[in-house]
């Protein structure tokens, strides 16, 4: 099992850990409702240092990501960020990932933990035909998430200037690289620095106050937020589209698995429900309308920022926003009403 530099100060903060995706990763510090509220309310900082980290050259840098991803490479300009999918040969979801370009020449991918042996690999057989240079520097970089809408106001003072990043760029101060970037549906941060410079970093941002928050808080906010999970809402036999990922896909470019995506038919469509009690549903529980099967729940929880148990769920097209189904939660029926995916909308715009 994995463990992260910040690993030592988590025991000694009594963490509750589990195993995530090779790694012993911190679940929760304190309970996880309180820690997703702290994020929504105030601000919050996150390990992700089990995120990884790839990194890509070369003259020919900017054709490969070309072909190999989704979006369209050309319109990244140094300094900003693109969200982005690797498919593979069948069209399916090999990961869900982040194109940070660093230089005319040079970019860094930000990949699942879950996939970023297969993502590595993936990309060396891509790249036998462009003589680029792929690099793994996940374990040489710590990965801070500091998100809230207190995030910008905390961080100006480790980085004077910060909050005029717009959303989806980064800067640099020194050896840190910090995004406006996250995954909870919040204005945030991400910040990337050495081993050493994370560690100290994140203890002076416990003494300001600053929230610890672990993988249940950061789960609890992204489904609020609508955002897929690779495993839940995007996967190897998946269509991307089907999770609202459409407007990441550009068709005006050849891509790898580009053909195979176009052959298939999206049959589904990524959607919130808000329960009617505060049972939580679970992945793989069914999605009735009446006594047929309509959909399939991908991702549940109580939501303590909307103080309603909601899911996210894969259900047929015909089934509209504000109509009402049911869902099986642990072979009880549960009424629930139809919404868009996403139930909270705070990310800073630009």
Not at 109 to 133: I, M, P, Q, T, W
Request: neutral net charge; contains cysteine.
């Amino acid at each position: 099992m994995r463990r992260t530099p910040l690993y030592p100060l988590h025991r000694r903060m009594r963490a509750r850990f589990v195993p995530f995706a090779g790694w012993e990763m911190p679940l929760q510090f304190s309970s996880v409702l309180e820690e997703a509220r702290a994020v929504r309310r105030k601000v919050g900082v996150f390990d992700v240092s089990h995120m990884g980290r790839i990194f890509v050259s070369g003259p020919r840098a900017e054709e490969f990501l070309e072909w190999a991803t989704t979006n369209r490479v050309s319109k990244l300009t140094e300094g900003r960020v693109q969200y982005s999918l690797l498919l593979n040969e069948r069209g399916g979801t090999l990961d869900d990932v982040t194109v940070y370009r660093l230089g005319p020449r040079e970019f860094m991918l930000v990949v699942n933990a879950a996939n970023r042996e297969k993502v590595l690999r993936h990309l060396s057989e891509l790249n036998s035909d462009f003589g680029c240079r792929i690099g793994d520097k996940t374990e040489e970089l710590v990965q801070l998430a500091v998100q809230g809408p207190e995030a910008k106001e905390v961080l100006e003072e480790f980085f004077p200037g910060v909050s005029e990043l717009r959303y989806y760029s980064f800067g640099r101060w020194g050896e840190a690289l910090v995004s406006r970037t996250g995954y909870t549906g919040e204005d945030g941060f991400e910040v990337y620095l050495p081993a050493e410079g994370g560690l100290s970093l994140y203890e002076k941002l416990l003494e300001k106050g600053v929230k610890p928050c672990g993988l249940g808080a950061r789960d609890v906010l992204r489904i609020e937020a609508g955002f897929p999970l690779y495993g839940r809402e995007l996967g190897e036999d998946l269509d991307p589209r089907e999770a609202n990922l459409s407007r990441f896909i550009d068709l005006s470019k050849d891509f790898f698995g580009k053909e195979a995506l176009l052959s298939r038919e999206p049959k589904r469509r990524l959607r919130g429900l808000i329960l009617k009690e505060r049972r939580v549903a679970r992945g793989g529980e069914r999605v009735l309308r009446g006594e047929v099967e309509v959909g399939t729940v991908t991702s549940g929880t109580f939501s303590p920022n909307l103080e309603r148990s909601i899911a996210l769920a894969f259900l047929d097209p015909s089934v509209e926003t504000g109509s009402e189904v049911l869902v099986e939660v642990r072979q009880r029926a549960v009424p629930a009403e139809v919404v868009r995916s996403r139930f909270v909308d705070n990310t800073l715009k630009g």
